[in-house]
Each structure stands twice: as structure tokens, then as C-alpha cells.
């Protein structure tokens, strides 16, 4: 039971969303062309960073946000099977990141807000960009807010009973998110407003890259729950078979939820203004939440040998042949899994206390996060829509062939990016630059890679063009889709119920505040207690 | 509860897996690898006014116990002294304090990196084992010449670097 204004809510959502994400796409192909240096006429570094800027708001924060919005009421109502609480907040929220969106789209496009999707001060930005991505983030809170309270309401009126596992994944993503986004929700209402405004002279970008930390690393779960949730949720049923455990996965999601949190330092490894000792807390708590993911990996494969064996796959390896490689959702969760493991890798060495001074800054980074957001991530929000725009327009798919073709597209000129990326990380390309200038013979070694990327870059521009197509059409389609239920994978095992403490919402926020202030009280609360000096805000 | 056999398997190297990372970071440890941490603030206002960051003090320092200290200040666009010399096989120690923005300095090929955070400090110690010319640049966006901001460092043989400072005095 999907209700009209979940269906409403998510397909405006997913408009937004998706719509982002098309202009996004342009512009990262402009980039590989400027960078490669190949095209004189293309060159100038303001057009590159206001493009950069934008491409990353884009991406990570619009993209995903509105996603993340729309698949949230779509499992929540489906999967709790009861209406949506307070339609009319949820359209608030709407409204208010969509506000958010275009007010900072103002500045990003007329370069007025080149500061990169970081927003690293002193280097400042127009006060309305800081405003309009502060919007977007309160209009997602309404969100998290609907979530928690639906969750709240259906154990209420189900005690005893587990919570369905696409909710329980949802509500843990909203709590994780309220937690997230509190670190540069502080950043940008108590530093770079007031100072954008007039109203500070000066700020301490140390305590504001420490806030900015909070957030940038489980953002990127926020992030990826949505295409967890499609792994555990979707794919087994799809793929014609069971989900292998549904208590690992419940542990799973609380073990990114908890452990995701006090990990940010990870990214200040080279900052000067925060102790070893620190850091090194961090580190550890970021290979712990590597254990989350690893049992993903093995709940979803394990799931999906359940189901090639069941269709008659034998042997060791027989069984992959027999997946049903024609379904979009298996397939983006195959390509999904691959680009997982060696995004992971990569992830590893950047986590890695001492290694990451190879690496730091440099090309490898955004091949890296390429591969887990680009290409595991939003490969799996293809495959949700895939799976779910026929079922919140009423229309059937255009064209599975297309749908399928999108996809192999995607993960090939995924490839073709982060490959070339990886190496020149390696080789000391830094990222974040608009062209290669340093005369030396270590960065000759640099240039025969920028092809690999203009390819990869085109392949995906192509890529992402038909997957609005095949959205576009598939709305305007004349026939009529009619399975609109959400159907979720069944686990082999009928679930029993989890320790009480697994299934409370005080419990997890307990222990994330605990977690919290021992990784970050000290942190932040030195910047009160030393001798700091304030930077001047600079433009760029 | 219901975990299956296989799944403790997995969840047991899952761990194992981790422990092994998290090994070979105690171990780079005991060595002495780690990130460059010295939580130590300065004016960017007046680094020219501070003794240690003032324009004559940039560069190449001998010191009286043999060791090499390396001034830097970072400023848009370009790292101060533009060119710098200095003997493979020795540890050298890398002092930078940024007088604008945040930037990050690393020279490929090396484990020299740090990020210039305007009111810290930032200190890398590290040895270069192959003499030759690096370029040293700054990788993170500091503004819209931030891609012409790099300077040289000349890595000399132990023995080359020697002949040239045959007392240990200054450079």
C-alpha cells in the first residue's frame, strides 16, 4: 500500500533529484575536457571551479537529499503499511530544501560561490550559497522527523514485534543524518553566516574544518543506506531468491549508524591542528566500520547465490550465470558490488594513518569516491528508480533493454574515470586543479591519462542522458504499470526477535552521544582553550 | 536470535581483517610513521613580526646539532623561498605557516604532505631517499591561481650536500 501522496512526494522528490543530478552530469563532462588542457579555447580557471562547485553541491547534497527524501516515504508507507504522517509537513520540507536549492544555485552559477562543495573558509562565499545549503538541510530534518515519529507510532501499536527491515534501515538513516548534519549545521549558522553577513570580522578555520569533519565522512552513509537498503531489500526477491540473514542485516545498519559517526578525522590526517592521538581514535573507529560493510558484501552475495542456485546454477561458480542478469536491480547490484570492493580498497589506504600522506589531495582521492558514490551508490539509486518509477507514475518501463543498457554504460565509463584517476593520485596529481602548470619531469608522466578520462567522461554524459530518457518516456508511456506494491525480499530464516536494545531508538542515541564526546569533545573544546588567531575572510 | 554458522565465519575474518589493518598502523607506529600533528597556533597576520616565520629567516636552516630545519611560509600564489636545496638520506624537518587561505603542500613521489591551515603551525619531518628535482605544490584550492602555485626543491646526494657544507654552517 503505497499512498497517493507518498507516490506524489516521491516522484517530486526524485524530479529534483534526478534533474540535479542531469545538470551535475554536463558539467563533470566539461570538466574532464578542460582539464585534459587539450582544448586551449575551454581553458579558464574561473569557468572550471564555479563548475566544480556546482557539480559537487549537485551531486552530494541535492541529488541525494531528494533521493534519499522520496525513497523514504515510499518505505516507510509500504513497508509499515500505514498512511504517511502529516503529508502536509512533508511537503514543507519539500519546499524548503527546494527554496534552499535554488538560492545557493544563485551564487554557485553566477560565480559568486566558487568555493567547492566543501566550502573551506577563509575563502568566502556569497552569505546567500551558506543560506540556501542550510535550507536544504533544515527542509531534510522535517524529513528525518517523519520517519522517527511513523517508527515511532508503529511500535507503539506493535510491541514485540521486529520493525520491518527497509524501516528499520530508513529510521536509522534518519537518525544518522540528524547527527551528521549537525556538525556543519554549527559550522554554517554559528561561523560562515554571521562572518558571509558582516556581523564577524573573522573566523578560525581549524575549529571550522574540526565541524566540517562531523559531517563529511557519515554523510557518505547517509548516502548509501538508500542503496543498502535496495541490496537487502530488493535484490534477493528480485534475483529469485531469499535474503540470507535479516539479523545481520539489522546489525548491519546499526553498525553503520553508530559506528559511522565519531570517525570524520580521518579526513584532517594531514591537519595541523589536531593531535596524533586523535586521529589515530578515528582511524580505528573507521576500520570498524569497514565490519558493517564487509557483512553486507557477504549477506547480499551469499543472497545471491541462494537464488542462482535455486534457478539450477551447480558448481562453484555455476550459479552467477544463472542470476537473472536481465533484471536492471540484479544487475546494478552486481556492477554496484565490483566498483564496492575496489572503492573499499582505496578507502582502506586513505584511512590508513601514515599511508594517506601518499594520497592525500591527491587525484586518488576523487577516484575513489567516485567509485563508492558514482558507482555504488548511484548506480543502486538507478536501479531503485528503475524498480520504483513505474510504481509512483502507474506507467511501465519504456525499455528494459535501455534500462539495462544505461546501466553497463555507467559502470564502463566509471571505469574509464577512476582508473586513470588512481594512477595519477599515485603519481602526485593533485586533485582540485584546473590544469596541469608545474613545469617538472615528474608531471610529464601525468598527461597520457587525460584521454582515458575525456572517454570516460563522454561515456557517462551519455550514460546519464539515457537515463533521463528512459525516466521521461516511461512517464508520458501509455501503458498502464499495474503491480504498484512494493514487494520486499523474505529472509530464509522467519526473523526472530532482536534484544530489546537492538530495536530502541534511546539506546542507539545513547551510545552515538557517548561516542560523540569522547572523539569530539576535547577536539572542538580546545579551540576555546588555546591561543587561536582568526583568519580575515579572502576572496578568491 | 538466528546467526548463521556461515555468517560468524565470515564475520570472524570480517574482524580478522580489521585487525590486521589496524596492526600494520600500531607497527608503522612503533617506527615512528605518523600523520603531522603539532597543534601549535601563530598570528597569519604578522608571521613577518614572529621571529622564526620573518622573510629573513625563510629557507634552509643547519643546526647546531646537525639536523635541517626547513622555514616555509605559503601565501597565494606560491610557496616561499621558491626554490629550496636540500641532501637525500637526512631527515628534514618542514615548518610552514600560511599567510592568507588554507593550503596544502605535497611533492609527489614522497611522503611529504601536510595541509597549511592559516592560524597553526604545521611541521613534517621526512627523508627523501632519491636525489633529483621535486616539484613542491599546493594541493588544495586556495583561489583562482592556485593551480600556478608551486616551487622547487633540489635534492642533492648525501656526499654532494656535504662537499657544499663542509662545516655544517648555513645555506
Known amino acids: ?540 | 536470535m538466528h546467526i548463521d554458522p556461515l555468517e560468524k565465519k565470515w564475520l570472524y575474518i570480517a574482524l580478522g581483517m580489521v585487525a590486521l589493518f589496524l596492526g600494520s598502523i600500531f607497527i608503522s607506529l612503533a617506527v615512528g610513521i605518523k600523520p603531522p600533528s603539532n597543534v601549535e597556533t601563530i598570528d597569519p597576520a604578522r608571521l613577518h613580526l614572529s621571529e622564526e616565520f620573518a622573510e629573513d629567516n625563510l629557507g634552509v636552516h643547519i643546526q647546531p646539532d646537525g639536523r635541517i630545519t626547513v622555514i616555509m611560509v605559503a601565501g597565494r600564489y606560491g610557496f616561499f623561498p621558491r626554490h629550496i636545496t636540500v641532501p637525500a638520506d637526512t631527515p628534514i624537518t618542514f615548518r610552514w605557516a600560511s599567510i592568507d587561505v588554507l593550503h596544502g603542500v605535497h611533492m609527489p613521489m614522497t611522503n611529504m604532505s601536510t595541509m597549511v591551515v592559516p592560524g597553526y603551525v604545521a611541521e613534517v619531518t621526512t627523508t627523501f631517499p632519491k636525489p633529483g628535482d621535486y616539484p613542491m605544490l599546493c594541493n588544495e584550492y586556495c583561489g583562482l591561481g592556485h593551480d600556478y602555485m608551486w616551487s622547487k626543491v633540489t635534492v642533492v646526494a648525501r656526499q654532494t650536500w656535504e662537499k657544499q657544507h663542509p662545516k655544517g654552517g648555513e645555506s
Not at chain 1, 520540507?93 to 559568486?112: E, H, M, N, R
Not at chain 1, 590508513?352 to 567509485?371: C, D, I, K, Q, R
Open chain 1, 1 to 540: 500500500m503505497i499512498d497517493t501522496q507518498s507516490r506524489n512526494l516521491a516522484l517530486w522528490n526524485w524530479v529534483v533529484a534526478f534533474a540535479a543530478f542531469l545538470v551535475a552530469c554536463f558539467l563533470g563532462f566539461y570538466q574532464v575536457v578542460e582539464r585534459s588542457g587539450l582544448f586551449d579555447f575551454l581553458e579558464s580557471a574561473k569557468v572550471y571551479f564555479a563548475s566544480v562547485s556546482t557539480h559537487g553541491v549537485l551531486m552530494a547534497y541535492v541529488l541525494t537529499t531528494f533521493f534519499i527524501m522520496g525513497f523514504g516515504y515510499l518505505t516507510a508507507t509500504s513497508s509499515l503499511k500505514r498512511p504517511l504522517w502529516q503529508p502536509g509537513l512533508a511537503w514543507s520540507g519539500f519546499f524548503v530544501s527546494l527554496i534552499g536549492t535554488v538560492l545557493a544555485a544563485i551564487p554557485l552559477l553566477t560565480d559568486k560561490a566558487s568555493v567547492l562543495y566543501t566550502f573551506y573558509p577563509p575563502i568566502q562565499a556569497s552569505a546567500l550559497f551558506y543560506i540556501g545549503a542550510a535550507l536544504l538541510v533544515v527542509g531534510s530534518w522535517f524529513w528525518c522527523a517523519i520517519m522517527v515519529v511513523m517508527a515511532v507510532q508503529w511500535r507503539r501499536e506493535n510491541s514485540g514485534k521486529g520493525m520491518p527491515l527497509a524501516m528499520y534501515a530508513t529510521v536509522a538513516n534518519a537518525l544518522l543524518w540528524l547527527w551528521t548534519s549537525a556538525g556543519v549545521a554549527m559550522e554554517v549558522v554559528f561561523q560562515l553566516i554571521p562572518w558571509a553577513l558582516g556581523w564577524n570580522d573573522t573566523l578560525d578555520p581549524g575549529l571550522a574544518r574540526t565541524l566540517f569533519a562531523w559531517t563529511l565522512h557519515p554523510i557518505v552513509y547517509f548516502w548509501l543506506i538508500p542503496a543498502y537498503i535496495a541490496l537487502y531489500c530488493f535484490v534477493p526477491k528480485e534475483a529469485g531468491g531469499y535474503l540470507f540473514s535479516e539479523e545481520m542485516a539489522k546489525f548491519a545498519f546499526l553498525g553503520l549508524l553508530v559506528f559511522s559517526l565519531p570517525i570524520g578525522f580521518h579526513h584532517l590526517y594531514m591537519d595541523p591542528e589536531q593531535g596524533a592521538g586523535w586521529k589515530l581514535l578515528h582511524g580505528i573507529g573507521t576500520f570498524l566500520v569497514a565490519v558493517p560493510t564487509l557483512v553486507t558484501g557477504f549477506t547480499v552475495l551469499a543472497s545471491l547465490e541462494i537464488a542462482g542456485r535455486l534457478g539450477g546454477g551447480r558448481g562453484l561458480f555455476g550459479w552467477i550465470g544463472n542470476l537473472p542478469w536481465r533484471n536492471p536491480v540484479v544487475l546494478a547490484a552486481i556492477l554496484a558490488l565490483l566498483m564496492l570492493i575496489l572503492g573499499g580498497f582505496g578507502g582502506i589506504v586513505n584511512a590508513s594513518y601514515a599511508l594517506n600522506a601518499m594520497v592525500h589531495n591527491t587525484a586518488w582521492v576523487p577516484g575513489h569516491f567516485h567509485l563508492i558514490f558514482a558507482g555504488t551508490t548511484v548506480i543502486l539509486y538507478f536501479a531503485i528508480a528503475y524498480h520504483l518509477w513505474p510504481k509512483i507514475t502507474g506507467k511501465k518501463l519504456v525499455s528494459n533493454t535501455l534500462a539495462l543498457t544505461q546501466l553497463w554504460t555507467w559502470f564502463v565509463g566509471m571505469t574509464l574515470l577512476s582508473t586513470p584517476w588512481h594512477v595519477l593520485g599515485l603519481l602526485g596529481q593533485p586533485r582540485r586543479i584546473s590544469s596541469v602548470t608545474y613545469n617538472s619531469l615528474l608531471t610529464l608522466a601525468w598527461q597520457p591519462y587525460e584521454l582515458f578520462m575525456i572517454m570516460g567522461g563522454a561515456v557517462l554524459l551519455g550514460s546519464a542522458v539515457l537515463f533521463g530518457v528512459i525516466l521521461w518516456k516511461t512517464w508520458r508511456n501509455t501503458e498502464i504499470e499495474t503491480d504498484l506494491e512494493i514487494a520486499y525480499a523474505e529472509p530464509i530464516h522467519p526473523p526472530e526477535s532482536l534484544p530489546a536494545w537492538a530495536e530502541s531508538l534511546k539506546a542507539w542515541n545513547l551510545v552515538i552521544l557517548g561516542l560523540m564526546l569522547i572523539s569530539f569533545g576535547w577536539p572542538i573544546a580546545q579551540f576555546f582553550f588555546l591561543k587561536t588567531f582568526e583568519s580575515l575572510p579572502w576572496g578568491y
